[in-house]
C-alpha cells in the first residue's frame, strides 16, 4: 500500500519550529559563554593566587563580597585595609567581588565575577551565583584556609556552599545594620516588617558561620538583641596612616573648587545616603551662619538622596553656602579637603564603625559628632573632637565654639592625630590573623 504523502506543515507549525531551532542554538551559546566564563575565571584565579607557602604560619584567605572598588563605601575601605595589612604581615589573600562596567581597574589578587545591576540601585552589582560556584575545583586546589565572607548577599550563599565543599571554616564580618537601611530603599513595606525579615536573615546566617566579626561593641550588641548566637569578635577596621596622610598628588582645594579663602569649611565625608542623616546638617546650618557668616558646608561623595539633600538646601534658601563635590579620590583631593576644612562634621545614626572620622583626626581636622551606634566606640570627647547631641541647638552651639576658639581647635588637632594613630590597620589585621587561627585550629580534624 503506497505510504502516504505527510501533511504539509501549517504556518503556525513551522513558526513553532524555527522558535525551537533558535532556543536550541541560544541554549548553545549561552552554554558556551558560561563555559568561557569559568575558564576565564579559573585563569585569573591561578594567576592571582601564588601556589607556595611563604612559611608554616602563614594563611591563604579567600574573601568574598558583594561590593567592592571602584565601589566607593566603608566595606570596600575595610577589605582593602584588612587585605593590604595581611598581605605585609606574609598572609596570601584572594578577594572575589562583581565586575564593574566602568571604572574598575585589574589588581593581583582581586577576582571579578560576572555581574548584574541591582534595580533601583545604579551603584551596586549582584555577582552570578553560577560562575563563582563552578569555581569550586580551581579553589579546592588553592588550598585555601578559610573563607571570610564580607556581605550578606550572593556573597554569603557562596561562601556558605563553598566552605562545605572544600571542608574549611567561614567566617562573617558584619559591617550593616540593614534593618536601619532597608525602609529607605524598600517603601512599598512597613517598616516593622523590614525590621523583622532583616533580623531573622541575620540570625538566620549567622547560624551558618564558624565566627563572626563585628567592628564596635554597638554592632555586637544589637546583634545580641536578635538572637544571634554565634562566637563574636569585635575588630574595628584599622587606618593606612603612613599612605593616607601621605598621597602622592597634592592641590589647593579652596582654589580648584572656587571657595573663599576666608570661608569657614565644614566638611563631611560618605555617602549621600538617606540614612546618613545629612540632611540635619543642612538643618543645623543657619543657626551656624547666624554666628560666622561665611560658613560653608562641604559634602563629598555620591549616592542615592544627593538630589534631595540639594532641594532642601535649595528650598532652606541654602544653595550658596551647601557645595555639593562628588566622590573625591584617595590619593591626594580627598586629603586636601579633609586638610583645608576648618571643621568635619558627622550626625549618622548607623554607622558601625566610622571611618572617616579617624580619617579627619589623622589630618589634623577637628571633629564635632553626634555619639551615635559604632561611632562610639570611635569617638572620645576632647580627643580631637567634641561630642554632640543630635538637637540643631547643641550641634551649632559645639560647631561655633571650635570656629570661634582657634586654641581649642588647635589643640583638638594635635590630640586628634596621637588619637588616630592608635588605630593603625597593622595592629587590626594582626588581630584578625589571631582569629583565622583559632577557627582554623578548632576546625582542624
Not at 598572609?91 to 574598575?104: F, N
Amino acid at each position: 500500500m503506497p505510504r502516504k504523502a505527510p501533511k504539509p506543515l501549517s504556518e503556525a507549525e513551522i513558526d513553532q519550529l524555527i522558535l525551537l531551532a533558535r532556543g536550541n542554538a541560544l541554549a548553545r551559546q549561552i552554554q558556551a559563554e558560561h563555559a568561557e566564563r569559568a575558564m576565564h575565571s579559573a585563569a585569573l584565579l591561578q594567576r592571582h593566587l601564588p601556589c607556595a607557602r611563604s612559611g608554616d604560619d602563614t594563611l591563604k584567605i579567600l574573601m568574598i563580597t558583594d561590593v567592592y572598588f571602584p565601589r566607593v563605601n566603608g566595606v570596600s575601605t575595610s577589605i582593602a585595609s584588612f587585605r593590604d595589612a595581611l598581605e605585609r604581615q606574609g598572609h596570601q589573600v584572594v578577594v572575589v567581588c562583581p565586575d564593574y562596567p566602568v571604572g574598575q581597574v585589574e589588581e593581583p589578587g582581586v577576582l571579578r565575577i560576572a555581574s548584574r545591576g541591582v534595580p533601583g540601585d545604579p551603584e551596586d552589582r549582584m555577582m552570578r551565583l553560577r560562575p563563582l560556584l563552578a569555581l569550586g575545583p580551581e579553589l579546592e586546589e588553592a588550598g585555601f584556609d578559610l573563607i571570610h565572607v564580607q556581605t550578606p548577599f550572593v556573597a554569603h550563599v557562596a561562601g556558605i556552599r563553598l566552605g562545605r565543599r572544600l571542608g574549611i571554616p567561614v567566617v562573617a564580618s558584619y559591617h550593616t545594620l540593614f534593618e536601619e537601611y532597608l525602609h529607605h530603599y524598600v517603601r512599598w513595606l512597613p517598616r516593622r516588617w523590614l525590621r523583622f525579615l532583616a533580623r531573622r536573615l541575620a540570625v538566620h546566617q549567622c547560624r551558618q558561620l564558624d565566627a563572626l566579626v563585628t567592628p564596635s561593641h554597638a554592632m555586637r550588641e544589637a546583634l545580641l538583641r536578635y538572637g544571634v548566637t554565634a562566637p563574636m569578635t569585635i575588630i574595628p577596621t584599622g587606618l593606612a596612616l603612613e599612605s593616607f596622610a601621605q598621597p602622592a598628588e597634592a592641590c589647593d582645594f579652596r582654589s580648584r573648587y572656587d571657595l573663599p579663602g576666608n570661608a569657614r569649611l565644614l566638611l563631611y565625608v560618605g555617602r549621600a545616603a538617606h540614612e546618613k542623616n545629612i540632611g540635619f546638617l543642612i538643618e543645623m546650618l543657619p543657626k551656624v551662619l547666624e554666628k560666622h557668616p561665611e560658613a560653608h558646608l562641604v559634602i563629598t561623595g555620591e549616592g542615592p538622596a544627593r538630589e534631595a539633600l540639594a532641594r532642601q538646601a535649595r528650598e532652606a534658601g541654602l544653595a550658596d553656602a551647601v557645595i555639593f563635590l562628588g566622590y573625591l579620590g584617595r590619593e591626594g583631593p580627598l586629603q586636601a579637603a579633609y586638610r583645608a576644612a576648618d571643621l568635619f562634621v558627622f550626625a549618622s545614626r548607623t554607622e558601625t564603625q566610622g571611618l572617616v572620622l579617624l580619617e579627619a583626626m589623622a589630618l589634623g581636622t577637628p571633629v564635632v559628632s553626634t555619639a551615635v551606634m559604632g561611632t562610639r566606640d570611635v569617638l572620645k570627647e576632647g580627643e580631637g573632637c567634641l561630642i554632640a547631641e543630635e538637637t540643631h541647638d547643641d550641634f551649632a552651639a559645639k560647631v561655633n565654639r571650635v570656629l570661634a576658639d582657634d586654641t581649642l581647635r588647635r589643640r583638638l588637632a594635635e590630640r586628634g592625630r596621637a588619637y588616630a594613630a592608635g588605630w593603625h590597620e597593622d595592629a587590626r589585621a594582626a588581630e584578625l590573623a589571631g582569629l583565622y587561627r583559632s577557627v582554623t585550629a578548632q576546625a582542624a580534624p
